[in-house]
Structures are given as C-alpha cells and as structure tokens.
C-alpha cells in the first residue's frame, strides 16, 4: 500500500516568507508525528497528533510554528516568517497508534536564503 | 546524561566484518525498543524491533539488557549497502513521543 508521502519535496525560500508543509500518512494510522533534522544531527521532535484529541504541541521552537490535521488525514506544518536557522529537513512519520513502529514519508528539504 | 545515548562513530569495518553497536537508555520505564536506519539523505526506515528475548533478522541481531539499560545490535557478515546511519528508539511508560538517539554511522568498505 501507500506510503506515508510529504510535499513539497524541496522548499528554498526567503526569509520571512511563510511555508505549509503537507503530509499524508498511511490511511488509518491515526498517530502522526512532525520532526525536524538538522544537517548531520539527530531527530527533533515537533508536535504530535493521535486521532481527534489535542495535539502535543511541546517540541514547537517558536510561535512561528504551527500544525493542523484533519481528523485521521493529511497534516500540514506551516512556518511563519521563515528564519536562516529553519532550515533543515521536516520530516512526517505515522503509526497506528503510539508506541508502535513509525513509518517516515520521504521529508520536506527547507532551505531558508 | 541523555536519555538516550549512542557512540555516534563512524565505524569503518570491512566487508565480511561483523560489527556491533550499543544503545543506553537512562529511564528505567522504558519499555519498548526499535532500530531505525537511516540513510544518507533519506528517511528513516524501521530495521527490526527489540524483543526482551531478543531477535534475529537474516544477518542482524538485536538484543536488550533490562538491567544495564541498553540494546545491541549486531551486523554478521556485513555488505556495502549495510553503510548507514543506525537510530535507536525508545519508548517509555506513559509516553507517545519516542526518544532517538542521534545515531551510529557505519561504513562498510571493500
């Protein structure tokens, strides 16, 4: 079946510009993760949805960051007025629920001029 | 100390070596474990999960040590492709956000 798809592939901006981020997961999973890496650092957690309940938004840096989700779909990660140091890859995993194997969409290269 | 902690290397083995890596956890409620690998540029993919009695997959073996905290993974015979970045995960108790270390980078040559 499908995996779990980001769009766009690459995203170079300017900054202070605004970006959405799209993620689809796998149909049904109804746990969704956003992580930011870094070039040649680990995963950094964002925000995470499961189902209808309130997102944990703990790992967001700033008020610039924000996520929505529509019910047990598509995600979206926006980025207001974009900073040099958002750059990085976000990437989208899902699950079937929490605790259990998390499956990555390909991420999202951002790159902030 | 880190919740999670991994030698971030890298590793360089021969092919045919058998290679081995470690990962320490620090809260003793975690309670369940995978091995992610990563390659270059790449998401990463899950490579096996970590079962209290253990588990082999083909040419890898993945361990847990409840009582010193950590989980091996071991790589028998190792290949070119087998050159990656590996990720530990682990989740706690109570928790539905996975802690990753910042991976082990190993790199098979001929």
């Known amino acids: 079946g499908a995996g779990v798809s980001q769009s766009p592939s690459n995203k170079v901006t300017e900054k202070g510009k605004d970006v959405e981020l799209r993620c689809d997961p796998i149909?049904?999973?109804?746990?969704l993760y956003w992580y930011r890496q870094r070039l040649g650092q680990g995963l950094e957690f964002l925000i995470y949805f499961q189902g209808n309940s309130a997102p944990d938004k703990s790992g967001l840096p700033s008020d610039r960051f924000s996520a929505e989700r529509t019910g047990e779909s598509v995600s979206t990660l926006t980025i207001q007025r974009t900073q040099q140091e958002d750059s990085a890859v976000y990437l989208c995993?899902?699950?079937?629920?929490?605790?259990?194997?998390?499956?990555f969409g390909p991420g999202t290269r951002l790159l902030v001029l | 100390r880190k919740e999670v902690e991994q030698d971030p290397g890298p590793f360089n083995v021969p092919e045919g070596a058998t290679v081995a890596f470690n990962c320490t956890y620090s809260?003793?409620?975690?309670?369940?474990f995978f091995w992610y690998r990563q390659d270059c540029r790449k998401e990463p993919k899950l490579l096996m999960s970590v079962y209290s009695s253990g588990n082999e997959d083909g040419r890898f073996t993945a361990q847990l040590n409840r009582a010193s905290q950590y989980i091996s993974l071991l790589i028998r015979d190792s290949k070119l492709s087998d050159s990656a970045t590996y990720l530990c995960?682990?989740?706690?108790?109570?928790?539905?956000?996975?802690?990753f270390g910042r991976g082990t980078s190993l790199i098979v040559h001929p």
């Open positions: 809260n003793s409620a975690s309670q369940s």
């Open positions: 995993a899902s699950s079937w629920t929490a605790q259990e194997t998390q499956y």
């Open positions: 995960v682990v989740n706690n108790v109570g928790s539905y956000i996975p802690t």
């Open positions: 149909s049904g999973h109804t746990a």
